[in-house]
């Protein structure tokens, strides 16, 4: 299992898609305070549909609490940020890491990009593009991660409801 990180997210219905991903590929959300929604929030459920009952995200009161609960996230962590100088399929993902996001509008604060240098991450984009949807960017990394480990025990394959593949 996969863990992703929101580093103080101030929209809900990105982290309400994020927590539809985290059920889809079997990973843990963690969201680190202040957060700019409350939880309960329709907008969070609807962009969650029927999955975010059954996310149970974890809530920090910041950053330092988060690392507490989870020491491995100190040496296992991947920060994901448009600063960074590697790219997210150059890291080698193992199951239980950590993918960290920052918030939408600062991204994650440059003291811990800085701290973390090998371990920043970034989607590459056309020049002068400011970043992609958080969503998106979370979805990209983690398919990386599940890709690089075999898809762990997600369902691999599909059927057709009405008709047999030919």
């Known amino acids: 299992m996969f863990n992703i ?30 957060l700019g929604f409350r939880v309960s929030e329709k907008e969070i459920k609807r962009a969650g549909l029927d999955y975010w009952e059954s996310l149970a995200p974890v809530i920090y009161d910041d950053l330092e609490d988060f690392y507490e609960k989870n020491p491995v996230a100190r040496e ?4 994901a940020s448009t600063k960074a100088v590697n790219t997210y399929a150059d890291a080698e993902y193992e199951p239980g890491d950590y993918i960290m996001f920052g918030k939408e509008s600062a991204g ?19 020049p002068d593009m ?9 979805a990209i990394i983690l398919y990386e991660a599940l890709r690089q480990n075999g898809f762990g025990e997600l369902e691999k394959g599909g059927s057709l409801h009405r008709l047999e593949w030919g």
């Not at 701290?115 to 984009?125: E, L, Q, S, T, V």
């Not at 400011?130 to 979370?138: G, I, Q």
Request: charged residues 20%; proline residues 6%; positive net charge.
């Open 5 to 34: 990180v929101l580093l103080e997210p101030e929209i809900a219905l990105n982290t309400g898609n994020i927590g539809r991903t985290c059920s889809v590929a079997g990973a843990k959300l963690h969201l680190i305070r202040p």
């Open 108 to 126: 994650i604060p440059e003291e811990i990009l800085a701290a973390n240098r090998d371990k920043c991450i970034r989607i590459p984009m056309a």
């Open 130 to 138: 400011r970043s992609l949807n958080l969503s998106n960017s979370a």
């Open 76 to 79: 296992r962590c991947f920060f």
